[in-house]
């Protein structure tokens, strides 16, 4: 049985993520945890799913603490005090879905091995209901919201740059306005009102879903717009002329922010040679692509900085849970002596192009197989996730989608990456059909 993906447990609400496999989550959880912090993002589903962990939790005599709707990064900080946490988010897809994902006291989501213990629980129902006398105890704490701005209000330089914020209507909106005017800056909203509808834009934080805080910033003349995704977890940025931040613009920006002279930094097998080549002293270390493989990377090599161009951004000193809250506060410290733009036109640049084709999840490993075939006499290729290619003008990366019935590619090159790209298409094209 395989329940979770490179982000948790995530599906389509009452069709993959149902009450009944969320209340055995809590079952099997509860198996082994004494007490559990747990959380929800405003997703439609979001209650349903929570009281159903909930109940299998407490059925397993593991007393259970409510902090209500908070982004992923808060539930995270919280779970500190706890033998574990619990956060209902479907983060960066579409309001139809929603998921599980599963915390340990450092801010580190389960690992591999941690989920396949609860997989197997589940999949033999080992599960142990204890006495009535011994059903854990249920209460609620308001104050995670506030510890984990009061944390990151300490640990970050104050700022007096005007901000366009753009939550998306997601649980963001309950923190990071607030985190940004505790520290100075002065805050422009949008999308800050929660509502699990998503109804201003899709929840991911991309180029395509920005339009309105490009605008804005432009607009209101802002230094800076940040935007984020459902659970916050994800944070990207516009500059100073409306103009979008790529993820490995950021990744790079940050990485020099973060590292010093023979750092360590950890990215995922899709990130773009621009990060090595804006950090020619440091030792760039290349995972899985999921925030989880690049935290357990950082966590066991004890690495300065971790991130992923699709807008996790991990800071070890606070957690190993990407922070879209800390994120957004700390990127205030990039541009008090320089502006986005400028900081952008420092780095390097290569034509790089991502892109999708549709595969549905029993086809994924035929369409792989097809491609490593095809490919295999091109360049040197490397299976750490997915198949990657590495060619003298450049690279190509084909990967199936752990949360979402798709096949990525991401090509990038130094002349070339279109026809690069296509080919690489074509072939995928070709095992879909």
């Not at 700022?159 to 914020?165: A, E, G, H, T």
């Not at 270390?285 to 699709?310: C, H, L, M, N, Q």
């Not at 290729?381 to 199936?400: H, Y």
């Amino acid at each position: 049985m395989k329940l979770f993906g490179s982000s948790g447990i995530r599906g389509i609400t009452n069709k993959d993520v149902t009450v009944e496999l969320a209340l055995k989550v809590g079952l099997a959880l509860g198996k082994t945890k004494r007490t559990a912090v747990i959380g929800r993002d405003p997703r439609i589903a979001g209650e349903m799913i929570e009281h159903a962990v909930i109940s299998g939790l407490l059925s397993s005599g593991c007393d259970v603490v409510r902090v209500g709707m908070v982004s992923t990064p808060t539930l995270a900080y919280a779970s500190r005090n706890y033998d574990c946490g619990v956060m209902i988010t479907a983060s960066h897809n579409p309001s139809e879905y929603v998921g599980i994902k599963l915390w340990n006291p450092d801010g580190m989501a389960f690992d591999s091995t941690q989920q396949e213990e609860i997989e197997e629980i589940i999949e033999n129902e080992a599960f142990e209901p204890v006495r009535w006398d011994e059903i854990g105890n249920l209460t609620e704490d308001s104050n995670a919201i506030r510890q984990h701005v009061e944390m990151i209000v300490k640990s970050v330089e104050r700022s007096s740059k005007r901000i366009v914020i753009d939550c998306g209507s997601g649980a963001g909106s309950t923190i990071t306005p607030y985190v940004l005017r505790e520290i100075g800056c002065e805050v422009i909203t949008l999308n800050s009102q929660p509502d699990g509808y998503f109804p201003a834009r899709n929840p991911e934080p991309n180029d395509s879903n920005l339009t309105l805080l490009k605008k804005a910033v432009k607009e209101f003349e802002a230094d800076i717009g940040i935007a984020q995704d459902g659970d916050a977890d994800r944070m990207m940025t516009v500059d100073e002329n409306g103009e979008f931040i790529t993820g490995d613009e950021m990744l790079a920006m940050f990485a020099r922010h973060e590292c010093k002279s023979d750092a360590k930094l950890v990215v995922p097998v899709d990130t773009s040679m621009m990060v090595d080549d804006a950090l020619p002293d440091s030792t760039v270390v290349r995972t899985r692509v999921g925030d989880v493989y690049v935290a357990e990377e950082i966590k066991r090599s004890e690495a300065d900085f971790g991130g992923e161009p699709s807008g996790s951004w991990i800071f070890p000193e606070i957690s190993y849970c990407p922070d879209g809250i800390y994120a957004s506060a700390k990127v205030m410290e990039l541009v008090q002596d320089k502006t986005l733009s400028e900081l952008k036109n420092e780095l390097p640049h290569y034509p790089t192009r991502r892109g999708t084709v549709k595969c549905e999840n029993d086809k994924k490993k035929a369409v792989m197989e097809l491609v490593s075939s095809e490919l295999a006499t091109s360049g040197d290729v490397t299976d750490i996730d997915g198949i990657r290619v590495d060619l003298k003008e450049g690279w190509v990366l084909v990967r199936p989608s752990g949360t979402e019935p798709k096949i990525r590619i991401t090509a990038e090159a130094r002349e070339g990456v279109d026809k690069l790209y296509e080919m690489v298409e074509n072939v995928v094209k070709r095992g879909v059909a």
